[in-house]
């Protein structure tokens, strides 16, 4: 099949190498020239493993190919993939579709033959309707099919997660188009994965209730761990003893910082527009939110009181800036709250993040870049472990710190805390 993703960012990029390494033609297209030239060049723009490996292999075959004609892509394509932005409104909490409407625009400029134009970006429940709206106007309506196909892929697992999805999900009204998607989608499904249909506003809820539940996990279980920390009980223990009840499942309930990240931050504020505009009190996610808007100060009040109230002139190591492990996405990180409140408070902050430096900092006083462990860890009076990465997992502190007073504050909980406090640090974790 001849497709066209409009954006290559972290979705447009790996759904779209992995439809050319499942045998379709693929033009990746993005406004960003920096973005598709460097592309052509075998650049990466971001860290995801497994993906430069994938982008080369098809680059070369020349099954998949970066434009940024936008008009020539679309009509040498039958399936055309929306995978823009969809970021939190400027003034308010609503998803700010301006992306997609744009590319709706230059969608409908361009339409020579029959297309599907598909909604992989996260979109608000009704927005298929408003692209249909624009398409309207200028095409008529037996020239395209307007279908929302959710995207749940993980950054930092998003290859795995494209090519053995736990379901695909095709949102149409149109039974021609959905089998023309369901042809698209046929060697994953035949691997494993469960095919959805459903009507395309479903589809587009779809999303954003997995989202939103999800975020809800994480909260759920940050909360629970503020009481074991109460009550001197390992969360880690809870995690395991509900976790492995079906019903609840396991993943997704790891204490840790406040969530963060390019969706649920965004996608758990748009439910709540969208509920507003339909009179729907969706009042469990608005707690879901103001939990995790709060958790940040708790988990800085926590520091503070580590250090004995005394932040200034303390040196604080962060290791892991991102919002999770394996991606280098700062978006909505909660270091972005955390480390320019303990520099505007005194402390004097190295951090180390495997994915580089993060222009994030750049503006933020005595904060600098560390580019080994060791050098990050070496004086400080405080690690903080912020993201989980493997590189961090059998740290040696006591090799690596000169000094004897230490503390360790893990957010991840991946350390023994029996093992540090034989080398004769304190420790700390979430929940324990
Ligand atoms: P991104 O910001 O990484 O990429 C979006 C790209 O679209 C950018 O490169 C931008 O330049 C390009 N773009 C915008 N308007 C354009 C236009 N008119 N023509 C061509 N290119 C254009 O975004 P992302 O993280 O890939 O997310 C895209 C969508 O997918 C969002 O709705 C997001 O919620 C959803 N989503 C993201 C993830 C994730 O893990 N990042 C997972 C599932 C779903």
Redo the contacts with the bound molecule.
């Keep these: 099949m001849k497709l066209c993703m ?9 759904s779209g190498v992995c439809f050319s390494d499942l045998g379709n033609d693929v033009i990746c ?4 020239k920096r ?1 598709i030239n460097g592309l052509k060049k075998g650049i990466i ?2 860290y995801e493993p497994g993906l430069k490996e994938l982008v080369l292999k098809n680059y070369n075959n020349k099954r998949l190919k970066f434009s ?1 004609d ?1 008009e020539d892509s679309i009509k040498k394509s039958d399936v055309i993939f929306l ?5 939190t409104k400027k003034n308010g909490n609503g ?1 700010d579709l301006s ?2 409407f ?2 709706a625009k ?1 969608i409908s400029k361009s339409i020579n033959k029959f297309k599907i134009i598909i909604t ?4 608000p429940v009704t927005t298929g309707d408003e692209i249909e709206k624009i398409l309207s106007k200028k095409v008529k309506k037996n020239k395209f099919s307007v279908v929302s196909n ?6 930092g697992e ?1 290859i795995r997660d494209f090519v053995y999805p736990d379901r695909v999900v095709i949102g149409s009204n149109d039974k021609k188009s959905k089998m023309i998607l369901k042809n698209l989608y046929a060697p994953l499904i035949s691997k494993g994965a469960k095919f959805i249909s459903t009507n395309r506003r479903a589809s587009e809820l779809i ?1 954003y209730a997995a989202n939103a539940f999800l975020a809800t996990k994480i909260t759920f279980i940050n909360e629970i761990a503020n009481l074991c920390e109460k009550t001197n009980i390992d969360v880690e223990d809870i995690s395991i003893g509900i976790g492995l009840d079906k019903r609840i499942g396991s993943r997704f309930l790891r204490a840790g910082p406040a969530y963060g ?3 649920f931050p ?2 758990t504020k748009a439910i709540i527009t969208t509920a507003d505009k339909f009179r729907t009190d969706l009042s469990v996610i608005k707690s879901v939110i103001k939990s995790n808007s709060l958790r940040s100060k708790l988990l800085l009040k926590k520091i503070s009181e580590i250090l004995n109230q005394r932040i200034k002139n303390k040196k604080i190591c962060f290791l892991g800036v991102t919002f999770k492990a394996n ?1 280098d ?1 700062m ?1 909505d990180s909660s270091s972005l709250e955390m480390i320019p409140y303990l520099s505007k408070n005194g402390a004097k902050i190295k951090y180390y993040d495997p994915t580089g430096i993060k222009k994030e900092f750049d503006k933020i006083k005595n904060v600098s870049f560390s580019k080994s462990i060791s050098y990050a860890v070496k004086d400080s009076d405080l690690v903080i472990l912020h993201t989980e990465w493997n590189d961090f997992k059998s740290i040696n502190f006591k090799k690596l710190s000169t000094s004897k007073n230490l503390k360790i504050y893990d957010m991840r909980n991946i350390f023994s805390p029996d093992k540090i406090k034989a080398q004769g640090f304190k420790y700390f974790g979430i929940g324990r």
């Design positions: 409009i954006g290559t960012g972290y979705v447009g990029l790996v297209v993005d406004k960003d973005k723009p971001i940024t936008l995978c823009v932005g969809t970021p998803a992306q997609i744009s590319a230059e992989k970006s996260t979109v959710p995207e749940f892929l993980r950054e998003a999303k990240g390019s969706c965004k996608d991606t996405d978006r």
